[in-house]
DNA sequence: TAGTGGTCTAGACCACCAT
DNA sequence: TGGTGGTCTAGACCACTAG
């Protein structure tokens, strides 16, 4: 069959300029579309998506088309798909968010859980750092997120966390902040975070860290600087981590 | 057409044994044949490989299964794709090279491109840990590179690799190692870095690190622990890396 | 213009899961 | 047993590159 046979069937899908330029796949037609839906909340977090038939046929798309989009969006962890059982929504549950977005590790490589213990959620607006990595205009509201993270049953994070306020409504004043906030995010904000980048360094302990993580003034820590970015792309989160690496690492992979 | 038709037409290819358990796709298959090839040294770095069609018929296999095998391997930075030219080795230049494997990067997001000083390369025998990262018996025979690199003129990272001795003959004569190691290894030894995986910790300077990297004893210091593997997922080298991270970090990336 | 990888389709069959 | 995703094939056309 022929590439452009589906041209103007579906009206959400471009009907293709095919002039050279503005080309553009029809399979990442789809998955913006899909990404664009998921993003919307058109499907809850964990709920099945139709059927790659069901949606070839709602598309006017081959089946092979709706599969390379989904292809692409579980490449992108947006989807779970299972053999046999279907195509989900990805879920901010504690074992998908401590996979993908938690890199401490035990120096004899056992996977280690956190306990969270928050100290203040407060409301301020943006300083220049944190309206930079959020794109926010200076001075707009935020809400901070002051916890300590133990390992082990140490102290071993101090982090500070900062939020858009007009994105989260109403968190300051929630009690019982979950140790999972992305599973909050994802449940109560219908903000799922899709992809997080970090900056690392070494520093030495300030007082007010030493005092939270047990430790003297000056001692090495490994200070991580956060922006985590939702489905469609937006900085969403900004947060600076203060970790104590004894007896345990951080762990990067590359390929 | 059926999935089995091709069954025992090429010897390399397993004559699907079709029974549920031992089931291993085709495009699996092509894709470790490949990949076999190019680990030992069938094609060399920056060579062109066949097109499509013709690996397919040389396998008698579809062009879709062989596209999905090259696809799987371009993901995994074994082969370069090029719409209109070809597939590639992937070669480890210096670009390649310090896009993968250098994540360290200016504060103001500029890319540092760091210099070398070798300051030692001595024959030894491998400790435990070298041993362990390496998958060596102890006492197995290696090589050591000790070597100070500057990012804009200022050292600031001071490292020693260890490397089986076994894999590398002659290295220790060589003089002016290249700033670029891993496209050494290419080049000279016909073994490709596939893959890394560090773990990152923050220490304070001792006294030798103080020294060659200009700062007092006790400093923060990010170390940095990386086991590099070959294309067949070998161990191949492992290095330990101090970092001063005054103007620099490290960055990381999770999707 | 010829050759390469990239996209799209259509249809068959297989592996896996729930029922 | 029926439905889902996964594999494999076959063939057409498109976009890109080089000579």
Redesign the pocket.
Known sequence: ??????AGITPQLIA?P????G????????RDLLTRRLADGFWAPGA?????????ATL????????????AM?AENLIV???????FVAQQDDERVLFHFFRMTGDDGSHVFPESEVESVRPGTAGTAEAEALGLDPDTPVLRILRTRSLGGRPVIAECLTLPARLFPGLEDRRDLPNNLYGLFADQYGISIARASERLKAVGADRDAARRLELSEGAPLLAIERTAFSVMGDPVEWRLSLCATEGFHYVSEMR
């Open positions: 069959m022929k590439g452009a046979e589906h293709d095919e002039g050279s330029p080309f553009r796949p029809l399979y990442k037609q789809v099945m998506l139709p059927s790659e038939q069901e949606l070839a006017s798309v081959s089946q092979g088309t709706v599969r390379k989009a989904l292809d579980a798909r299972r053999q046999g059982r279907g195509t």
